[in-house]
């Protein structure tokens, strides 16, 4: 069956509509904004500087470590009782209204971290409801297309919300967000009289974050609707429960999947840790401020745009698995670089006092990690299309979440133990390398082309 043209377009706007969360929020504006304040706070607590760093991105991680555990647990269990009562859309607004809430609030964090806490749980509460609506908004990939269609439409969804990821830097650069002299991008003060002095600027983001997803969101809402005529199951608890615990028993069965969900589960979650970790490690290691953080934010959003597109491209043409496999290897470089670079010296090299070198390479790095972030990221929703049963996406892409977030705590909990024992925020990172290639190891027993096909005429025999 054709489906309309809006229908997709409403569907890719919710990338665009959400993207800014990730982009300002997570890693370019918030993130590493939320780094310096708590780095302040900690050193007026009588830490010395190497010590408040590590406090900082340990802090910083907790909190990205319980919000992924609370992601993972709820997930499926929601998925399945919105495939059985045939509705997501109501779900997604739920969650849409959590979300805005929550980024409207972030303008609190004050120069002084006098709500330092409360503004990390305001924050990751956003994040919840974000990765929420997405599992939902997944969930209706695979009425989209087949399954070749489906891995370019992806590809253009998640390009389609880098772009909107760059246009909202672009804007909170220029316009917003002040650097220690207080003066934006374009060398003026903040719009609408905004007190740099308070930080008032970068502060904005999130209210900034939030009104962008009011507007944009709406496409989303006109033209993506509900099937009315879908099957509709009990919602009772019981019965829900029942149907998601027959689900997990039924992956130990299907080697594919199996493998796709445990190899998803750990080159994801060092990717998020390359995303969470990226602002925060220019901002410490490299003394970065929020203006060259964000032009190194712009860099990589708009290589997340073109190569994810592309990435699109070659997913129709030869299947999500390459994809997937070369984009990871390019993350493994970058984890590598990130490892071995620090102000002073590259790989244990000295560096010349005032060199440039860690600073071009890093932007080139940023480079690579929006491009195969964003790659990763479509291929593997594109993958997971392939493995999913017609009549049970939400609950699919639930586990998929589930398997993407499980082990959230794990990489946030490896950087915060290695950078405990090391003092170090650069050997902090070697946990990453191991998750990468560790799901490039489980890549291998992945049917290219999934299990789908297989699975449906075996469970309707």
Not at 16 to 45: D, H, K, M, N, R
Not at 250 to 256: A, E, I, M, P, Y
Not at 305 to 316: F, P, R
Request: proline share 4%.
């Amino acid at each position: 069956m054709a489906v309309s043209k809006r229908r997709i377009w409403g569907w890719m706007s919710f990338d665009w509509a959400s993207q800014p969360f990730y982009t300002l929020g997570l890693t370019f504006i918030f993130g590493p904004y939320f780094a310096v304040v708590a780095t302040e706070y900690f050193l007026g607590t009588g830490l010395d500087e190497r010590a408040a760093d590590a406090q900082a991105q340990w802090v910083w991680s907790l909190g990205q470590t319980v919000a992924g555990l609370l992601i993972a647990f709820s997930a499926p269990f929601l998925g399945a009782f919105a495939d059985n009562s045939g509705r997501k859309i109501p779900w997604i607004a739920f969650f849409s209204i959590v979300y805005v809430i929550s980024t409207t609030l972030l303008w609190g964090l004050t120069p002084d971290g006098s709500a330092l806490i409360l503004m990390l749980v305001i924050f990751y509460v956003g994040f919840i409801a974000a990765e929420s609506a997405l599992n939902f908004v997944n969930a209706i990939l695979p009425s989209l297309g087949t399954d070749e269609e489906v891995g370019r439409i992806s590809g253009s969804g998640a390009a389609f919300g880098y772009w909107g990821g760059v246009t909202s830097l672009f804007i909170m650069l220029l316009l917003l967000a002040e650097n220690d002299q207080g003066v934006t991008l374009l060398g003026n003060a903040p719009l609408f009289g905004l007190d740099p002095d308070l930080r008032e600027g970068t502060r904005s983001v999130g209210p900034f974050i939030a009104l962008w997803y009011v507007i944009f969101i709406i496409p989303f809402f006109l033209f993506v609707h509900d099937d009315p005529n879908a099957e509709k199951k009990s919602t009772r608890i019981g019965a829900v429960w029942g149907e998601l615990v027959d689900t997990l028993k039924g992956v130990l069965d299907r080697k594919s999947l199996l493998n796709f969900l445990l190899g998803s589960m750990f080159y994801r979650d060092a990717l998020n840790a390359v995303y969470a970790f990226g602002g925060v490690y220019a901002a410490l290691v490299l003394d970065w401020q929020t203006i060259q953080i964000g032009v190194f934010g712009i860099i990589a959003a708009i290589a997340a745009a073109i190569t994810t597109w592309l990435s699109g491209l070659a997913d129709q043409r030869f299947g999500p698995k390459p994809v997937i496999r070369v984009a990871v290897w390019v993350l493994i470089a970058v984890s590598v670089t990130i490892v071995g670079m620090s102000r002073e010296t590259l790989f244990g090299i000295p560096l010349a006092e005032g060199s440039q070198l860690p600073d071009i390479i890093f932007y080139i790095c940023g480079m690579c990690i929006g491009g195969a972030g964003g790659a990763v990221y479509a291929s593997s929703r594109s993958m997971m299309v392939r493995h999913t049963h017609p009549d049970r996406p939400t609950e699919a892409f639930g586990l998929f979440a589930l398997t993407g977030k499980a082990t959230a705590f794990l990489a946030p909990a490896l950087i915060t133990l290695f950078t405990w024992m090391t003092g170090s925020n650069q050997l902090g990172f070697l946990p990453v390398i191991f998750l990468f290639l560790l799901g490039l190891l489980l890549l291998r027993w992945v049917n290219k082309d999934g299990d789908r096909a297989e699975w449906s005429a075996t469970s309707s025999q």
